[in-house]
């Protein structure tokens, strides 16, 4: 199967449905079905689930695309597929109890350890309020963080996976940027989480995972963080490929009401663009470098160095700012009509703002952890 084949397919329909969800502030059904038929949901799983198990690149290609179309479905199905190699991480019997009943189902996540938990004897007892859950509306399980014991026996962040049926979904989702992801909050109270369905990010990032070989395909031997991160660069760049598009096209026709000159022939317009389209071919070969080294260390079939893991997150961040930067002095030449609700161009320049406000998207904290790192200091856990 070509998966990025499958996505070209379908992007017309996505990009018609763009606005619609908006309206709803969530992914269209419609989007979803679409997604499930190209097989974009398989991407990562495990193929003795059915599983494509794509590359690195396969995968994030396939994010900017649909980003091309529609961030919001880019953003929130890019989490839903990518879940699948975090679960292949988790205990075998969780990976059944999921896919052996529903080879289909997706998951959503509220990775951030604000969960109240509280130890049992075979297991935790989970409450709290976890927001930012993309796509969740559409999931049937959730993964959710609490701040736990590691598998040394230390504080740090950790998981517990829970069905639909453990959860209520709070529709609180109102926001100026990625409005279509329906990143609603999931409300838990006091909850039984059997012990194999929780992991430590630490033993997800460092091999020490129930899960940890329980299947022989490459991509399962890169640690959960680096994987987990991929897509918010990739529909970073399918923005800034869209509005370069769309800025184009519209410098081609416009007018200016004042003078009457063809924009096409002002200076400042021609320079403008060059600039652009060069911060964001130089974002995309960082990031396809980026995706490449994964592909390349999984082959091998051995976790990567922690140079490469921090080396990868302070890149992806960096690529999202400078396609920012792209984005943002194109819209600024854009004129008045770009900020009608009706122009694309607004979206974009909303949606792709907030890709760089996430946890791991932030270039201020990526940068500070390669650096220290780079200085051979630790990390700061006040910020990482």
Not at 134 to 158: E, I, K, R
Not at 240 to 249: G, H, M, N, P, S
Not at 322 to 349: C, D, K, T, Y
């Amino acid at each position: 199967m070509n998966l990025l084949n499958n996505i070209n397919q379908i992007l017309p329909a996505i990009r018609n449905n763009a606005a619609e969800a908006e309206n709803i502030a969530m992914v269209p059904q419609e989007n979803i079905n679409l997604l499930r038929q190209a097989g974009f949901f398989r991407a990562l799983q495990p193929k003795a689930f059915g599983g494509l198990e794509v590359s690195y690149p396969e995968y994030a290609n396939c994010i900017a695309r649909i980003a091309e179309a529609c961030a919001s479905t880019a953003w929130a199905t890019g989490l839903l597929a990518n879940h699948s190699h975090a679960i292949a991480l988790f205990s075998p019997k969780l990976q059944n109890e999921i896919w052996g009943e529903n080879p289909e189902a997706l998951i959503s996540s509220s990775v951030a350890p604000l969960g109240q938990w509280e130890k049992t004897e075979d297991g935790i007892r989970l409450s709290g309020t976890f927001g930012w859950s993309s796509g969740c509306d559409h999931a049937d399980w959730a993964v959710l963080g609490y701040m736990g014991t590691n598998n040394m026996g230390q504080p740090g962040p950790c998981f517990a996976v829970v069905p639909r049926s453990d959860y209520e979904i709070l529709d609180d989702w109102d926001t100026a940027a990625l409005r279509g992801t329906g990143s609603k909050s999931l409300v838990l109270k006091d909850v039984f989480v059997p012990e194999y369905r929780t992991e430590s990010l630490f033993g997800l990032n460092f091999g020490l995972s129930r899960g940890y070989k329980s299947h022989s395909g490459d991509i399962f031997y890169t640690p959960f963080s680096p994987v987990f991160s991929i897509g918010f660069a990739a529909v970073s760049l399918g923005i800034a490929k869209r509005f370069i598009e769309l800025f184009t096209e519209k410098t081609k026709t416009r007018i200016r009401a004042y003078s009457g000159a063809r924009e096409i022939n002002n200076a400042p317009a021609q320079m403008y663009l060059a600039e652009s389209v060069n911060q964001t071919k130089t974002a995309q070969l960082l990031l396809e470098n980026d995706w490449r080294e994964m592909m390349d260390r999984a082959s091998h079939q051995r976790l990567p160095s922690p140079d490469d893991v921090l080396n990868w997150r302070c890149q992806q961040s960096y690529a999202i700012k400078i396609l920012i930067e792209a984005v943002n002095r194109l819209s600024m030449a854009s004129g008045g009509n770009a900020w009608f609700s009706n122009n694309e161009m607004q979206r974009l320049f909303r949606d792709i703002r907030i890709t760089g406000c996430h946890a791991q998207t932030d270039y201020t904290i990526a940068s500070q952890t390669f650096g220290r790192h780079l200085l051979g200091l630790g990390m700061d856990a006040k910020y990482y």
